[in-house]
């Protein structure tokens, strides 16, 4: 059965109310009243245009960038609702049959569904989905990192679900360990580059970064990241004795990364440099915050063991079909690339009139992710179809064949449609720009935070001290100390006494937390 889409307004904080259950009343919206679904019911796609799409999406986009940039300017925590419950994609791709699947098996957030979505079709797609920028080679290798709270969250539930179907495939491809060294990752890579790295708890992980022995890796990440090769000399023998090194080469590389943790973890091992320059930035970001429905333990019946069979079934053809080519060249329409143009020279101009240097950080890298998204998208499609680049007929010349076509896999050639960039730009307006702005804003916080307390903690230690004294042993520069001591002031935390020899401040309070005689 097909199913329907119907396209219902958003409420004041950009949510779609056909998309989940509510108990709220009917609502006054433009005049006309509208009540909150209780179950999705999609109309067609085909009877709403791209330009229709647009406009909803547009709508709910503008709700929720307000939303935003007031929240970002009083440094509170953003509440961005449930904008990846709408994936607007034709009702056979397999993201949408995935995330419709997954809802009934659990109660967790529909972002972990659609991460493990793109994450599966990526790692299928084994690199031989390409498009060729005159800028730059563009494969669909897909990055993520999902912030959720501890249990509630069931970011674990479902990623066990995916890596299941993962196990079921069987697919050549590099499982990379939990846990591993720099050394040890280049050599697993130098054997198979095409790989994979999944992680439902990435607290251990990242606090095993800021150790001195893993400070390489986040370089090295960043050099795979864009499919490129790599060379490394290490030595074969543990002992210090031995200088026997041998060479390994991690050449065609094609990495994929899904991590989640807590926002709380999160913040213990990031800084806002590596989200806006660093490693970070080339993660697509999922934090959802917004309120998710309950579901109970069940036992599993058939339908469920038919609705996961059907998922496998689906990705091992297509895997199947992928894998027999050499290279599968993604081609956009006019349309699409005029539409993805557009929008992205929109997104520039609007962001440099309103000088926000943290949106143009990281939107200078999900531009490209709108392309990787898109080649996504259309693999997921119900049929992918693919055309075969001709291959030349030999020529014959006196003394035998002037030209010899190679034997092999054929070359392919498949369109993205401007439906499918539409989506993919329309995610990253909707989801990724304004997750990664809630990320860079809960760091700075964060960060703002520890340098108020470390300035606090210096001033208690000594009771009273001298500007210039704490600035030495603040390690930091004026600027920020400066801005922490006025915060201390304006709460009533600290007291500030100028005299002729230079400016003091004291903690009033004693050990009980009564201000001193």
């Given at each position: 059965?097909?199913?329907?889409?119907?396209?219902?307004?958003?409420?004041?904080?950009?949510?779609?109310?056909?998309?989940?259950?509510?108990?709220?009343?009917?609502m006054t919206i433009d005049g006309v009243e509208e009540k909150p679904f209780a179950n999705l019911n999609y109309k067609s796609d085909s009877q709403?245009?791209?330009?229709?799409?647009?406009?909803?999406?547009?709508?709910?986009?503008?709700?929720?960038?307000?939303?935003?940039?007031?929240?970002?300017?009083?440094?509170?925590?953003?509440?961005?609702?449930?904008?990846?419950?709408?994936?607007?994609?034709?009702?056979?791709?397999?993201v949408r049959k995935y995330m419709k699947y997954m809802s009934t098996q659990y109660d967790g957030y529909q972002d972990w569904n659609l991460a493990?979505?793109?994450?599966?079709?990526?790692?299928?797609?084994?690199?031989?989905?390409?498009?060729?920028?005159?800028?730059?080679?563009?494969?669909?290798?897909?990055?993520?990192?999902?912030?959720?709270?501890?249990?509630?969250?069931?970011?674990?539930?479902?990623?066990?679900?995916?890596?299941?179907?993962?196990?079921?495939?069987?697919?050549?491809?590099?499982?990379?360990?939990?846990?591993?060294?720099?050394?040890?990752?280049?050599?697993?890579?130098?054997?198979?580059?095409?790989?994979?790295?999944?992680?439902?708890?990435?607290?251990?992980?990242?606090?095993?970064?800021?150790?001195?022995?893993?400070?390489?890796?986040?370089?090295?990440?960043?050099?795979?990241?864009?499919?490129?090769?790599?060379?490394?000399?290490?030595?074969?023998?543990?002992?210090?004795?031995?200088?026997?090194?041998?060479?390994?080469?991690?050449?065609?590389?094609?990495?994929?990364?899904?991590?989640?943790?807590?926002?709380?973890?999160?913040?213990?091992?990031?800084?806002?440099?590596?989200?806006?320059?660093?490693?970070?930035?080339?993660?697509?970001?999922?934090?959802?915050?917004?309120?998710?429905?309950?579901?109970?333990?069940?036992?599993?019946?058939?339908?469920?063991?038919?609705?996961?069979?059907?998922?496998?079934?689906?990705?091992?053809?297509?895997?199947?079909?992928?894998?027999?080519?050499?290279?599968?060249?993604?081609?956009?329409?006019?349309?699409?690339?005029?539409?993805?143009?557009?929008?992205?020279?929109?997104?520039?101009?609007?962001?440099?009139?309103?000088?926000?240097?943290?949106?143009?950080?990281?939107?200078?890298?999900?531009?490209?992710?709108?392309?990787?998204?898109?080649?996504?998208?259309?693999?997921?499609?119900?049929?992918?179809?693919?055309?075969?680049?001709?291959?030349?007929?030999?020529?014959?010349?006196?003394?035998?064949?002037?030209?010899?076509?190679?034997?092999?896999?054929?070359?392919?050639?498949?369109?993205?449609?401007?439906?499918?960039?539409?989506?993919?730009?329309?995610?990253?307006?909707?989801?990724?720009?304004?997750?990664?702005?809630?990320?860079?804003?809960?760091?700075?916080?964060?960060?703002?935070?520890?340098?108020?307390?470390?300035?606090?903690?210096?001033?208690?230690?000594?009771?009273?001290?001298?500007?210039?004294?704490?600035?030495?042993?603040?390690?930091?520069?004026?600027?920020?100390?400066?801005?922490?001591?006025?915060?201390?002031?304006?709460?009533?935390?600290?007291?500030?006494?100028?005299?002729?020899?230079?400016?003091?401040?004291?903690?009033?309070?004693?050990?009980?937390?009564?201000?001193?005689?």
């Amino acid at each position: 059965m097909t199913e329907e889409y119907n396209y219902d307004d958003y409420d004041e904080d950009g949510n779609d109310k056909g998309d989940f259950s509510s108990e709220e009343e009917s609502m006054t919206i433009d005049g006309v009243e509208e009540k909150p679904f209780a179950n999705l019911n999609y109309k067609s796609d085909s009877q709403k245009t791209v330009e229709d799409l647009n406009i909803k999406r547009n709508k709910r986009h503008k709700i929720l960038e307000e939303k935003a940039d007031a929240n970002l300017s009083n440094k509170k925590k953003l509440e961005i609702k449930a904008t990846t419950e709408e994936v607007l994609l034709k009702p056979g791709n397999f993201v949408r049959k995935y995330m419709k699947y997954m809802s009934t098996q659990y109660d967790g957030y529909q972002d972990w569904n659609l991460a493990a979505a793109y994450e599966l079709l990526s790692i299928i797609s084994d690199k031989k989905l390409v498009l060729k920028t005159a800028q730059e080679y563009i494969y669909p290798n897909i990055w993520i990192f999902g912030l959720g709270t501890s249990t509630i969250s069931r970011k674990s539930t479902g990623m066990k679900k995916a890596k299941k179907i993962l196990e079921k495939l069987k697919l050549k491809v590099n499982k990379l360990s939990d846990s591993f060294t720099p050394e040890r990752f280049i050599e697993d890579m130098s054997e198979n580059s095409h790989a994979y790295f999944m992680k439902d708890e990435a607290a251990g992980f990242l606090a095993s970064l800021q150790k001195s022995y893993m400070s390489e890796m986040r370089d090295l990440f960043m050099d795979l990241y864009d499919c490129g090769d790599y060379s490394r000399s290490l030595r074969t023998s543990k002992s210090k004795n031995d200088d026997k090194k041998a060479n390994f080469n991690v050449v065609d590389t094609y990495l994929n990364m899904c991590m989640m943790t807590t926002p709380e973890n999160f913040k213990e091992y990031a800084t806002t440099l590596d989200v806006l320059s660093g490693w970070f930035m080339r993660y697509l970001f999922l934090y959802p915050t917004y309120k998710k429905n309950w579901m109970g333990i069940r036992e599993e019946n058939e339908q469920d063991i038919v609705g996961f069979n059907e998922l496998v079934k689906f990705l091992k053809e297509r895997s199947e079909q992928v894998s027999n080519t050499k290279q599968i060249n993604m081609h956009m329409t006019k349309e699409a690339w005029d539409f993805f143009n557009k929008w992205q020279e929109s997104r520039e101009s609007s962001i440099r009139e309103t000088d926000d240097k943290v949106s143009s950080s990281i939107f200078g890298r999900l531009q490209m992710y709108a392309l990787k998204l898109a080649m996504i998208y259309e693999l997921g499609k119900e049929e992918f179809v693919m055309t075969p680049i001709p291959v030349p007929e030999p020529v014959v010349v006196p003394g035998g064949l002037k030209f010899k076509p190679k034997s092999g896999p054929l070359e392919y050639t498949s369109i993205i449609e401007i439906d499918t960039i539409t989506e993919a730009c329309n995610m990253i307006d909707d989801v990724f720009l304004p997750n990664a702005r809630m990320v860079v804003a809960m760091i700075e916080e964060d960060e703002g935070m520890k340098i108020v307390n470390k300035v606090l903690d210096i001033i208690k230690k000594n009771d009273v001290i001298k500007k210039s004294h704490l600035l030495q042993l603040s390690h930091m520069t004026a600027d920020k100390v400066n801005r922490a001591i006025e915060d201390l002031k304006q709460r009533g935390l600290i007291t500030e006494e100028i005299t002729d020899t230079g400016t003091f401040y004291e903690y009033p309070f004693d050990a009980n937390g009564k201000l001193k005689a």
